[in-house]
């Protein structure tokens, strides 16, 4: 049974036309409604943006990354702080990812062993070594009330030979990972690798899910595969995860990936996307994308997003924000990552109230057809 004090997950609503559902994510730093879209604070804030800015969205939960907490400022330094929580002034739920990712894509910096993976830091070439009761005891010390396991992640068109080994490691890296969690503070989710091989996934589903953890995550998509492939391996796993336990989605991704496996029956996402574009020019509108540095805004009067009622949406024109772009002032960066972020929330917003409403299947199929999918 899963402790009071962890996280866990109450299911409302299923809709009665797909896999999608309406539920409630009851945390230690409050509650957490899903279907969720979870802004990525990789170093500890959510870039261009403050938590006021979050606040003003709702936004209830955001995500920090091991790896890079771990290099800079330290995890010590963040526990001596009293945590991740006060030492960035958030006072609402965090997750933190093992840093898997980061530390697998080091290609060429990086050996995978048993015990765990040496790697040479991104910043100054030093060397250190993650294995999965490390990884915990770092992600404990920062104090999120989500710690993911510590798992391999392959990219998608490995070899199936490959994935085999992987995906046995990873079970064995998990069952260390679970002994090492001490569930004081925080709640581990293992993650299910295996790539766009559906027999593995469901393999490895079933090894993940026999430890009876508080959550579980689908990893290694959007890693190199088509969207298609992603949105079909999705389609087929996510509804083999337990009913009663919240399901991530992990790094996905834009609206199209968002409604389409929410369809699929996943409550949790997270991706870079949002804030990463805007700070490259490009912004997530229900008339589509729009590249606000292209010279047609030069003199456009007109809100970025007729429809949207955000900070930058109700006080600046398309002119003005493409000024600001192309002189590379710093409040660009600012004013579109909060129309982006403003963006992914409503929308997660808008699919929970569909949900509520029995109409999401309807509305899922018009959205996707819509030029607000943004594709």
């Known amino acids: 049974m899963i402790s009071p004090h962890l996280v866990h997950f109450e299911s409302l609503t299923p809709d009665p036309h797909s896999n999608a559902r309406r539920g409630r994510l009851w945390t230690p730093h409050g509650i957490v409604e899903t279907p969720v879209f979870m802004p990525v604070g990789t170093v500890g804030s959510v870039k261009a943006i403050g938590p006021d800015d979050l606040a003003k969205d709702d936004v209830r939960i955001i995500l920090g990354n091991t790896y890079h ?100 490691r990873t079970t064995r890296w998990l069952h260390r990972c679970q002994s090492a969690w001490k569930r004081e503070h925080s709640s581990l989710f293992g993650i299910v690798q295996g790539g766009l091989f559906k027999d593995l996934r469901r393999r490895h589903i079933e090894e993940v899910c026999a430890l ?12 190199g595969e088509a969207p298609e492939d992603m949105h079909e391996g999705v ?13 991530y989605l992990m790094g996905v991704g834009t609206p199209v990936d968002l409604v389409t496996c929410t369809l699929a029956g996943i409550d949790m996402f997270d991706c870079v996307l949002p804030t990463r574009t805007a700070r490259n020019g490009l912004l997530y509108t229900s008339v589509g994308k729009i ?40 409040l660009a960066m600012r004013l579109n990552s909060v129309h982006n972020i403003h963006y992914f929330v409503t929308l ?18 018009e959205f996707l057809a819509s030029p607000g999918a943004c594709r």
Request: with cysteine; aromatic share 10%; charged share 25%.
């Open 69 to 168: 907490l771990y290099l800079r400022p330290g995890h010590e330094l963040i526990r001596d702080f009293g945590g991740l929580h006060r030492f960035i002034g958030w006072h609402g739920a965090m997750l933190t990812d093992s840093g898997g990712f980061q530390v697998f894509s080091l290609k060429g910096i990086r050996k995978i062993e048993e015990d765990g993976v040496t790697f040479r830091s991104h910043l100054n070439g030093s060397k250190h070594l993650f294995t999965p009761e490390r990884v915990i005891a770092i992600e404990e010390a920062i104090g999120a009330d989500i710690i993911m396991a510590f798992d391999e992640c392959p990219p998608a068109l490995e070899s199936r030979d490959y994935f085999e080994r992987s995906l046995a």
């Open 212 to 223: 009876d953890l508080p959550g579980y995550a689908l990893g290694g998509y959007s890693v």
């Open 235 to 247: 389609a087929d796993c996510a509804p083999l995860l337990p009913a009663d336990r919240p399901r």
């Open 291 to 330: 590249i606000i540095k292209n010279a047609k805004y030069q003199r456009d009067n007109g809100p970025l997003d007729p429809n949207c009622d955000c900070y930058t949406c109700r006080h600046f024109s398309r002119a003005y924000l493409r000024h600001l772009y192309v002189s590379k002032e710093l």
């Open 348 to 365: 997660m917003a808008r699919v929970r109230q569909e949900l509520e409403n029995g109409t999401f299947a309807t509305w899922a199929k």
